[in-house]
């Protein structure tokens, strides 16, 4: 079975759909390229993707330590090159209980060696923070 599919639906607007759940999500290209802007971008996708995929890595060695991240937030901000037009750096600043800093360098070594993190191409800066409140 395939992973998803993707219609392109004109406008520089596609619809894909994830075909174990059937949920579908819809892109639109960007402002600044040429598009309405009016739902993420693909690449607003992957950098969005970056941050989902350290915070569930992290739940899982939460759960594996007894530690509870409920209500956990994680902010994403994508920088764009130019030329060529790539993203150029992901900033994410992770937010997590208190509670969790017993538990710091288990924590952030998971969000660290997410698959995500480990499948971006070297000249794409990872900036993350963790905040422990």
Do not use: W
């Given at each position: 079975?395939?992973?998803?599919?993707?219609?392109y639906?004109g406008?520089l607007?596609?619809?894909?759909?994830?075909m174990?759940?059937?949920?579908?999500?819809?892109?639109?290209?960007?402002?600044d390229?040429n598009?309405?802007?009016e739902?993420?971008?693909?690449?607003?996708l992957?950098?969005t993707a970056?941050?989902?995929c350290?915070i569930t890595?992290?739940?899982i060695?939460?759960?594996?330590?007894?530690?509870n991240?409920?209500?956990?937030?994680?902010?994403?901000l994508?920088?764009?090159?130019?030329?060529?037009r790539?993203v150029r750096?992901?900033?994410?600043?992770?937010?997590l209980?208190l509670a969790?800093?017993?538990?710091?360098?288990?924590?952030?070594?998971?969000?660290?060696?997410?698959?995500?993190?480990l499948?971006?191409?070297?000249?794409?800066?990872?900036?993350?923070?963790?905040?422990?409140v």
């Open positions: 079975m395939h992973t998803s599919e993707v219609i639906l406008n607007r596609t619809t894909a759909k994830h174990a759940s059937g949920n579908s999500i819809i892109t639109d290209a960007p402002v390229n598009g309405k802007g739902a993420f971008s693909p690449t607003d992957l950098a970056f941050a989902q350290m890595i992290m739940g060695e939460a759960n594996k330590l007894g530690v991240l409920d209500g956990s937030t994680v902010t994403v994508k920088k764009m090159n130019l030329t060529p790539k750096k992901i900033e994410v600043e992770i937010t209980p969790a800093i017993d538990f710091k360098t288990q924590l952030e070594h998971a969000a660290h060696t997410c698959p995500v993190a499948s971006l191409h070297p000249d794409v800066e990872q900036h993350v923070t963790f905040c422990y």
